[in-house]
């Protein structure tokens, strides 16, 4: 645990010695708060749905060039062959990094609480279903990142890593306008495969075995699956 | 402290090593010479179980690095021909960072970085950025991250390849007060480091090891009364060539060699 913990850090370390940590932090941000500021004065509804959806939707931008160096980089630069010949089993090397780059997220999405308390202030939002939202979304995004973490191990190229992430995440979210093709179970199937419905249910207050287990089963087969591929050296 | 037998690594349709065996005892300094693409590079990166073989056997220290690789990655320290450093990083992150995942004991931890420090000689240095430091710095930082464990072995690819006569001369001096620590495999074009620095000489050509000897009688002459060789021209002759300067590769400048694995 305190290797993954020390890949963690170090990821966190060299992110802020970067400038993208801080552009990545300030565009999200100025962006979401147009957005609120935006949905506020146009609906006039203290609630925070519209906005979990522009997240979802920004967030298939964003995460791609968030986790597309993450082990493209160390495998271009040489440095993949330093934690590979550590003492350092390639699932320390997988979680550790997964770590890292959730814990940038998730101090994202910390920054988003305002939203929260700006709607308390003005009006009485459903505490639930805000709360709801926000693990719904934290969830989404811990998805994304798993699948971003995963395209990054295929190859040495971070261009590749995150074009492969956005066609993933491209094809998660527009499934379920697929489904006027379809019928029966492939309906089903594509509808379940989609990202949008589960989210929906999470801005809505509702959280369900079914979506949870939706989210956590795709990160589980997206880390898995870049472990093998580390351990395959399939960038080679 | 190493054991081989009958190596190989094909990559695709290509045999890459075609049946490597040698032992090397602990203590010794080895140094392995072999022309580009000779299969150095690939040869130490599975004793580093970077590259699994494709058959054969590896034993270091006693371990089977096909069953359990990470005891084996403990007891070595490797520098790969391009120094694995995340250059965004200071030096004291970067040491710091290798202690954690190396399992340096946590309360030996700062006892080792400061002697890492001060046996590569970049006290001065520990809190730059690597990005800024001069390439003889970086190669020491490179050797520092590849001792800051206590390992057994030391395997470094290159150590010295494009570093100037100053920066040349303190990086040889680095690895030879490793000696009486640990056993080193050093891969480097530049013969006349091996002369300094070997005690045993292994060569490898086309894939295969065509001599392993200790140096002493690999550079005696036939003849008592005739000179002693120089590795140039064991080298030379090995390889059915003339010593000439017209054969660049093999003098003392060396010519980098390709990092792939794939050709190697």
């Known amino acids: 645990m305190s290797k993954i913990v020390a890949i963690a850090k170090k990821e966190l370390k060299t992110y802020f010695k970067s400038p993208i940590a801080y552009i990545m932090l300030i565009v999200p941000i100025g962006l979401f708060n147009l957005i609120f500021y935006m949905i506020i004065e146009q609906n006039r509804e203290v609630s925070l749905r519209e906005v979990f959806r522009v997240m979802e939707f920004m967030f298939i931008f964003l995460i791609p060039i968030l986790t597309m160096g993450l082990l493209a980089e160390e495998k271009s630069t040489g440095t993949m062959e330093f934690l590979m010949t550590a003492p350092l089993s390639n699932t320390t090397i997988v979680l550790g990094k997964y770590l890292g780059i959730l814990i940038f997220f998730s101090i994202l999405i910390s920054l988003t609480l305002v939203y929260y308390g700006i709607a308390e202030y003005f009006g009485s939002p459903d505490r639930l279903t805000t709360l709801s939202g926000y693990v719904g979304i934290w969830l989404e995004g811990a998805f994304f990142i798993a699948v971003g973490l995963m395209t990054s191990s295929w190859t040495r190229n971070q261009i590749v890593a995150a074009i492969a992430a956005y066609v993933i995440l491209f094809g998660l979210f527009f499934s379920t306008a697929l489904t006027q093709y379809f019928s029966g179970t492939s309906k089903l199937l594509i509808e379940q495969l989609g990202t949008q419905g589960h989210l929906e249910h999470f801005a809505v207050g509702i959280i369900t075995v079914a979506d949870v287990t939706y989210y956590l089963s795709g990160i589980l087969l997206c880390l898995i699956l870049t472990r093998l591929s580390i351990e395959n050296r399939l960038w080679q | ?264």
């Open chain 2, 1 to 264: 402290m190493i054991i081989t037998e009958n190596i190989t690594k094909n990559f695709g349709s290509f045999e890459a090593l075609k049946g490597i065996s040698f032992d090397i005892k602990q203590g010794e300094i080895v140094g392995f010479l072999g022309q580009n693409g000779a299969g150095k590079t690939t040869l130490m990166r599975i004793l580093t179980t970077y590259l699994p073989p494709s058959s054969g056997k590896v034993l270091i220290d006693g371990i089977d690095i096909s069953k359990n690789s990470l005891s084996v990655r403990q007891k070595i320290g490797y520098l790969p021909e391009t120094p694995p450093l995340y250059i965004n990083m200071t030096v004291l992150d970067y040491l710091k960072f290798a202690a954690d995942i190396k399992d340096v004991n946590v309360k030996r931890r700062r006892f080792q970085l400061q002697k890492v420090l001060r046996e590569c000689q970049l006290e001065e240095v520990k809190n730059k950025t690597i990005s800024t430091l001069s390439k003889g710095y970086k190669q020491r930082v490179g050797i520092a991250q590849a001792i800051i464990h206590e390992p057994k072995l030391l395997i470094l690819d290159e150590p010295t390849s494009g570093l100037d006569p100053i920066q040349n001369h303190q990086v040889r001096q680095l690895i030879k007060n490793q000696q009486d620590q640990r056993t080193v495999l050093l891969s480097t074009h530049i013969l006349s480091e091996i002369e300094q620095i070997a005690h045993r000489v292994l060569m490898i050509k086309s894939g295969r090891i065509i001599v392993d000897q200790p140096l002493d009688s690999l550079l005696k002459p036939d003849n008592d009364q005739s000179p002693p060789l120089t590795l140039e021209a064991v080298f030379m002759q090995h390889h059915s060539l003339q010593t000439s300067p017209a054969t660049p590769e093999l003098t003392a400048e060396p010519t980098s060699e390709s990092t792939g694995a794939s050709h190697e």
